[in-house]
Each structure stands twice: as C-alpha cells, then as structure tokens.
C-alpha cells in the first residue's frame, strides 16, 4: 500500500467513525456505519442511547444446501458497536416482538415492550446476545464491544491496514511480526494465510467470505494459521465462510478472543479448529455455525508435537445449526489430546451433540474439564457421547483411548426432551476409565447413574456422580 493510499484510508476512518459521549467525562458510544456497497437490514431498526445504527445480513443456507429439508430460519441480521457506559437500545423490527426471546438467558437482559415491534433494554457493560422474535427466524445478533485500544499506525511498514469500505485483496499473506488491520466499516473480502511469529489480526471490521462458494478461495479457509507461534486474533468479525474459519495447525501459543463468526451460510464452515496445536485460548466469542463451533484434531502424526493439548475455551456463547457444538477426536492423528478446560459457556442452540468426545486411532483422549455449562435444549436427543470409535475420517482403522474427564455445573433448561449421555468404551483395549458427573442438570433433574438419561455401556469404569 503507497502512502497516498494509507492517508486516504486515514481520512475515510475519520469521517466514518461517529463517537459521541455521554455527561460523564470519558463515557462514549462508538458506532460504524456500514459502507458504501453494504445492504443493511431491512428487518430491524436499532437506535444506540438515540444514535440510529445500521445492521448488517448474514447469509443461511446457500446453493446446493437450500430446500434439503433443513430451515435455518432464513438470513439473520448483526449490529456491533463500541462501549464504556451505561447504554439504552432500542429495536423496533418488522416482525412482532411481543414474545421476543433475548439469548442467553444467564445475560438476564428484561426488555420492555413498547408496542408491538418496538422494545427497549439497558446494557450495563459490553455484552453478545441474540435477539430473537420468532427462535431462529431472521434473529438479531447484537454485539457490544468495549472501546478499542491501541489502534495500530496505518503507517507502520508491518501493518497491513484496511479502512472503511469495501474491500477485495482475495487472499492476505502475513509473516513475522506483522499485523493486519480492519477498522470498524470495513468489510474486507480476503482469506488469510499465517506463517511466523508474533503475528496479530484485529480490529472492529469484517473478513467476509460471502463471494466464495463452498470450499473456494485463494487459502481454503478464512484465516489458516500454520506452523506458527504467538498469534493473535481479536475482535474482528467473520461472516460466511466458505470453508473453516479459522484453522490453527501445528501452532502455539494462539489466542482467538472477541471474535465474532456469523455463519451456516455453507456446509462444513467450522467455526474455530485447532489441529496439532498447543497453548491455545479461545476467550469471548461469539459463533453461529453450520458445523462444529469448536473442533479439536489431530492432522498431522509427522510433526515433532502433534499433540493437541493445554487448550481453554471460556466465557463464549455457541450457536451450531447442524453439527456438534465441541468435537473432540474423529480426526485423531496425535499421540495425545488432553489438558483442555472448557469452562463459562452458553450454548444457545444446537442440533447433534454438544459434547462430542470420539477417539480413534489409538489417541490418548484425557484430563479434560467441562465446567459452568448453560445449555438452552429444544427437545434434541443427544447431550453428551464418550466413546472410543473407528470411522471415515481415520487412517488407522483403530479406535482411540478416554480418561479423566470432569463434568461439572451443566445445566440443561428448556423444552421437555431426552437428552441421553451415553458412556461407552469400544473394547478392553480402548476403554472409557475415570469419568465425573458433579451436578449435572437435565431440566432440574441431577444426573445419577440411575437416570433414564444415563447410558454407560461396557468397557467403563469407575464412572461417579454427585453434586456440584
């Protein structure tokens, strides 16, 4: 980028951004208005403490997975924008919002109906909810960020930097100790590939993949990171993606924290995938998808360390309209996956299994700890499978290995359903061993190994129950 390009987009982030503050001193609203190009939303109308805010769509269900006797309730819509004090919001929509449901529920957030279409609330500090009037028809994701700090140089030789508008590089290459930059109203149409060191991809803008269709583009997935150490993706926004959405492969060291991934536009668009991947933390996001939200796997045997292991998830809110919110296994080339914590979740809607824990390939499966689990369930059948298993994804026709996993505090709320767990070892080589239910609630009935949800099947041991 010359420079008469970099003071141009300069100028553009000035005069795009609207900051406007309150009577406290240092309280403020930040806004971005959408770029020229950009069709905001037609089903909502969002007012920020008076400050009108476009929202922008989300594609569902493109060609060839259209009319397959699945409904994701038709495109959905997305607003963010920056915070720091109290803030009042009000949304009127096309839609009648008397019965309107705000997710999740553990945000406590009570609107008040105005009329029909129109309802107000107050958000005391940054937050992620969706709004929803009818389930999961045409809902409204509301993203509230805290003020963005340290907003790189556009200058800077090692910023790649990308200011209001639209813009289509098709694929962005980042390399040691580069950043790249997408301010609030950029909508950035680009997969990214990462390969080094202290790499950073941030900023309030969009990486959208909507031009591809499924499994197409310049890298495969929107931002593939590869043999690499010290990465940071933050709060950036990714909408439609053609393929996974970020990828973390033979890595360490990587943290992915207040990212929002507006998907289930294509079949297998994954929201986060570590994979042979070490000291990962996934903070504070937001993830609606067609596949897993998150998917830990093992690729790669070859590598030095193709274990995956010392990984967080916490304090994130999952929406997966097809597949499993947390798989664990299936692609299970490592010698080990273990020492993860997934802790502080609200799993708002989800179809197959939430916890999905499958081994194969002699992958040793432990030290895992589920915790501080709010699951919204709609009458699906499956809650939690530990099972060592063989399947297509597989090389080595082997199942796999479990033992010690924890969980704790689950509380499952919502319509009347079945909910099964299902413990279950696949042979007395590759058993299920050391396996804790601590206050595990299915609609307020705790887990005991006795309940109708409870299945444990042979080659399991020492599997316990009790409170919280």
């Known amino acids: 980028m010359n420079n008469a390009h970099k003071i141009n987009f300069l100028m553009l982030l000035i005069s795009a951004v609207t900051t406007f503050s309150a009577t406290t001193a240092g309280a403020k609203i930040v806004t971005y ?44 819509s997305f607003v963010s924008f920056d915070m720091n004090q109290k803030t009042t919001v009000r949304i009127k929509s096309v839609k009648s919002l008397r019965n309107v449901v705000i997710l999740p529920k553990h945000a406590g957030i009570k609107p008040t109906v105005l009329d029909d279409h129109t309802v107000v609330f107050t958000l005391n500090s940054p937050i992620k909810l969706s709004i929803e009037p009818n389930g999961n028809k045409n809902p409204l ?18 910023v790649i930097y990308f200011g209001p508008g639209i813009h289509r590089p098709g694929k962005i290459t980042l390399g040691n100790r580069q950043t790249l930059y997408l301010a609030g109203g950029a909508v950035v149409k680009a997969q990214v590939f990462a390969n080094g060191d202290d790499i950073l991809i941030c900023g309030r803008g969009i990486l959208d993949g909507t031009d591809w269709a499924w499994k197409k583009g310049p890298v495969g997935n929107m931002i593939d990171i590869r043999n690499s150490h010290g990465i940071e993706v933050k709060n950036i926004t990714v909408r439609g993606s053609p393929h996974w959405s970020i990828v973390s492969r033979n890595s360490s060291h ?55 292991e010392r990984i967080i998830v916490e304090n994130c809110i999952l929406w997966c309209d097809r597949a499993r919110v947390f798989l664990l296994g299936h692609e299970s080339r490592a010698n080990y996956m273990r020492d993860i914590m997934i802790r502080n979740i609200d799993i708002i809607h989800f179809s197959m299994t939430p916890f999905l824990f ?53 509380k499952v709320d919502g319509k009347t359903g079945e909910y099964q767990v299902n413990v279950n070892g696949a042979d007395a080589l590759h058993a299920v061993q050391d396996v804790y239910f601590y206050g595990v609630s299915i609609l307020n009935n705790i887990l005991e190994s006795d309940s109708d949800a409870m299945y444990s099947g042979k080659y399991v041991s020492n599997v316990k129950f009790g409170p919280q």
């Open 254 to 308: 990587v943290t992915v924290q207040n990212v929002k991934i507006c998907n289930s536009r294509v079949q297998n668009d994954d929201g986060i995938n570590l994979c042979n991947s070490q000291d990962v933390l996934i903070r504070d996001c937001f993830i609606r998808s067609d596949d897993d939200c998150i998917a830990l796997k093992g690729i790669d045997f070859s590598i030095p360390n193709n274990n995956v």
């Open 141 to 158: 994701l509301l993203f509230a960020n805290s003020l963005e700090k340290n907003a790189p140089n556009p200058g800077d030789p090692n």
């Open 358 to 410: 499958e081994p194969g390939e002699e992958m040793r499966l432990e030290n895992i700890l589920v915790e501080g689990i709010r699951i919204n369930g709609e009458a699906q059948h499956d809650l939690i499978s530990l099972r060592p298993v063989v399947n297509m994804y597989m090389l080595n026709k082997v199942p796999g290995h479990i033992k010690n996993v924890t969980f704790r505090d689950l």
């Open 33 to 76: 208005p959408l770029p020229t190009g950009e069709v905001a939303s037609r089903d909502y109308i969002i007012n920020i403490e008076g400050k009108k805010v476009d929202a922008y769509i989300a594609r569902t269900l493109d060609a060839p997975f259209a009319g397959k006797k699945r409904d994701y309730g038709g495109h959905y």
